[in-house]
């Protein structure tokens, strides 16, 4: 009986899948450019409604099984999409014509795979090449910022090649990298930050290289955005499962620029940039040099008696800074045949920064190409050479016991003494104090004579092999690569302003990464009936990622007048190495029933080298449903809303930790004679990877013709098992232990319009608008601990960043006043506020409450103008700047210095039978100098400002000159530019730009974003562009 009922259903199954195949045709045409009438290669055919599709050749042909009256959506890159009824003709030729709004159309996801916008169920955002190029961002994380919502982008600062964090959604790991993946033509990339706590030295008394003291570039800034065609942002773990693990914290999904088949088109661009400060902090222009009201040339600060006329005045702050430049050059070669593809590109860009002596050089070539051998064999590959070096100041809180970078050092410069007359008439440096323990160095000899230097040398390249055996199944198989060299080099030179070595020295770190891929991806799509499709995706990745490094320390020049580590007579060396393999297996089943009903499946199961053996196989995935309500209800033929659909998706995916983390590596000692000590870190052998749940809905609307689009998102996920390392007993040999412990929430909303509010004749507006609105709660952090602080982020000293249980994640750790229980501020018996030393408690999230941007494009003939307007409400900034000015006596806030006051508050009574009381403070007191500088300016408190903000990202206007204007002149296309950046900035915040990072782009956890001490302050500029192709 079973036997038949088997062959009852497998024959059953059978006939229904003939009688699919036998309502299908095959269809061929050929699709072409209205531009200049080449073939198009490489565009998207897929049947409405379903996931059957193909792809043209390097011909524009195209092959597709479809039957009559099925509707044949054309999908291209930078192209308007159109759509064809299947008749009864079997041959479809179609022209597609140039549309920067064609990108939403498709959309590039996980593997190269790509999908139409209609089929997908989750948030997935994408941006166009001419977008970011728009900004006139020569990082292309900075290219995104306003771009997506929900995806929050801070630059380090203004400084020449300065890096950038991006972090989407909040982040979810307290102590891990919240950064997500990036990935460039299907193969991952490194977007490290070098950071303080792998730098020469770290904790040897010479932290020459720190990351929170130099403003290194993040890796994918080395990209040179003039190769990309598309960037598409996977926010979730249900868009980014494919990717596993690395994916935890979504992917940015890179497309680069390809050949096309037809006549050879070459390209020139080329950009002139002036920038200058931005804003600077106002100071005090009435107490010159001294201390308590007289004049003292032993000190550095400005606590003096008042500037009498005629006493010499200098503004030190302004007249530091100068007028940087860019130049960037770029030249591309496209072109092909039936058979081939190839695209050839070479970037220059040159950078001097408003910091007097600092420099920033990129180099880029790349070479992609196609090669298609008949109608089931194709290859693929890139290569792209980059190169960049920098030459940047010591900022931040500078040298490991030094005075400062050279920001800090102008905050606590006097008035009176001219800071630019650094140098003395035998060259040597002009002290301003006699005194090596109260000095402090010079800016102008900071940066000629203490330079931080980097310099990168990198490889990225892909190849791989296609086959197409039939119209629904594809085999594809791509190595790839990533390998650079960094060097990195910090200089103390001679008489820097150091007590215990006046004798110089040197550290150098070289570092090599190498991280290859192989993924192997088959896809299928098939049309069972007419109202039923299928997906599947099959797939196996294997990566592997190694660096190694070594650091040399020299100390004590034996030549005043050579640096070089042979110079020196105290050397230590000190090697790293970390191996690291990841494999993963995954699938993916899609379902689309009648054109309105779209399933979506996908599993993943990774296996870490990082973790132990017994828990480095983990599986997770995702289940997403996608309703098309306005295909399956009926709507008025005249209705304003054309298309609305329901998505709803489930994921989970996993995280594991860095290398190393389970056993307890000895680490070699540097100093007393070598050897070998325990590292930092203490092993633990039963470490399990992060997991991390998420639950995502939204709507989708189309309006008027397609023309508008609107989605609303709402999310949230948590993340339990956080891997995070708290600090130990020093009895135990270890400073910091990995656990497993601590749960963090993320929820929030995003919504976007996004289209073409007018199209009227030659005149067009564009719109979109991006809202983000992100809730982070740290649920539970492990007993005892009562905060997790990030050190990297540790860079003054009366705040961090740190999480607290019932905090964000992005939460404000500061030393603060001490409060009664009603919450009055303590005043001491001598009647000035009391706080405890080193005592960080809650005082406020740095990450906002909403962001919203809204980008705008007009156009009209051969004019356009566009502008990025960046609206921030909520979120704190610590105000390091403001603090080093209180200390110096140069802050406006010093003004009342000598005044007498009463501070509010209560003294604490201590009773008989010891119990507290509090009675009102009536003690009138003075402001002091003491009270300035060793009560005020060391409570963090004091210097929390309000992040908030409205700025003018940039404003953009192009026209391209018409084609009679050329003549004989073989010009296809002419463009001029100019490009305002950052032309307006509304902010409550006192200091700079709230807009910072001081400690770096590469800071873990919730980063060092809202922290401005020591840093480059941002800039405003202008970019004269030219575009020329022929």
Known sequence: ??????????????????????????????????DDGSALPGVSVVVKGTSNGASTDGEGKYSIQASSGSVLVYTFIGMVSQERTVGVDNTIDVVLKSDAKALEEVVVTGFNIAQEQKTINYAVQSVSGKALEDSRQQNVVNALQGKVAGVNIISSGGGAGEGASIVIRGGSSIDGDNQPLFVIDGIPIDNSSFQESTAPGAGSGFNGILGRSVGSSNRAGDLNPEDIASITVLKGPAAAALYGLRAGNGAVIITTKKGVAGQTSVSYNALFSFDKVNRLPEVQNVY?????????????????????????????????????????????????????????????????GVVPETEYEKNSVRVSGTAKFNDILSFDGSANYLQTSG????????????????????????????????????????????????????????????PQTDRVERMIGNVGVTLDPTDWLKINYRLGSDVYTERTESVRSPGTSLPNNQQGGLAVSVNQFQQYTSNFVVTANKNFTEKLGAGLVLGNTVEQTETKGVDYLGLIFQNPDFVGLNNTTNRSVIQRNSLRRLIGAFARVSLDYDNFLFLELQGRNDWSSTLPVKNRSFAYGSASLGYVFTEHLPLATDSFLKFGKFNISYAQVGKDSPPYRVSSPLTNNTFLG???????????????????????TGLDFNFSKNNLRFNVTYYQDRTIDQIIAPRLSQASGFILQYVNGGTVENRGIEAILSGTAIEKGDFSWDVVANFARNRSEVISIPYPLTEIYQSDSWIVGFA??????????????????????????????????????????????????FTLQITNTFKYNNLSLSFLADIRKGGVVVNG???ALVNSGLSNRTLDRYKKAVFPGVVAVTGADGNVTYVPNTREVELTESYYRNIMSVVGTNFIEDASWVRLRYVTMAYSLPKEFFGRIPFKNVELNVTGRNLLLLTKYSGSDPETAAAGSGVRGGGSGGFDYGSVPGTKGVDLGIKLSF
Do not use: C
């Open 391 to 450: 030459k940047r100041a010591l900022q931040g809180p500078g040298l490991f016991g030094g005075t400062g970078g050279f920001l800090v050092s102008i905050f606590n410069w006097p008035l009176n003494d001219n800071m630019s007359d650094w140098q003395n008439p035998d060259g040597s440096r002009r002290r301003l104090l006699e005194s090596v323990t109260g000095d402090i160095d010079n800016p102008y000899f900071t940066v000629n004579k203490n």
């Open 800 to 849: 961090r960043g740190s999480v607290f249980q019932g905090s964000s994640l992005s939460a404000l750790g500061a030393m603060q006043y001490e409060r009664a229980p009603d919450g009055q501020m303590i005043i001491s018996s001598t009647g000035y506020p009391t706080f405890v030393d080193q005592k960080f408690t809650y005082a406020g999230d740095r990450a906002p409450d």
């Open 881 to 883: 700047n403001e603090a």
């Open 674 to 696: 070598g050897g070998f000590r325990n590292n930092f870190f203490g092993g633990n052998p039963e470490l399990k990877p992060e997991t991390k749940t998420s639950f995502e």
């Open 288 to 352: 010159m040099q001294g201390t308590n009201g007289v004049f003292d040339g032993t000190t550095r600060r400005s606590w003096g008696p008042k500037f009498q006329e005629g006493d010499p005045q200098y503004d030190n702050i302004g007249d530091f800074f100068q007028t940087g430049f860019k130049m960037n050059h770029n030249l591309s070669v496209s072109g092909g045949s039936e058979k081939t593809s190839f695209y050839i590109s070479a970037n220059h860009l040159d950078q001097g």
């Open 1 to 34: 009986m079973k036997i038949a009922l088997r062959l009852m259903l497998f024959a059953l199954s059978f006939l229904i899948a003939q009688t699919g195949f036998a309502q299908s045709k095959t269809i061929t045409g050929r699709v072409t450019s209205a």
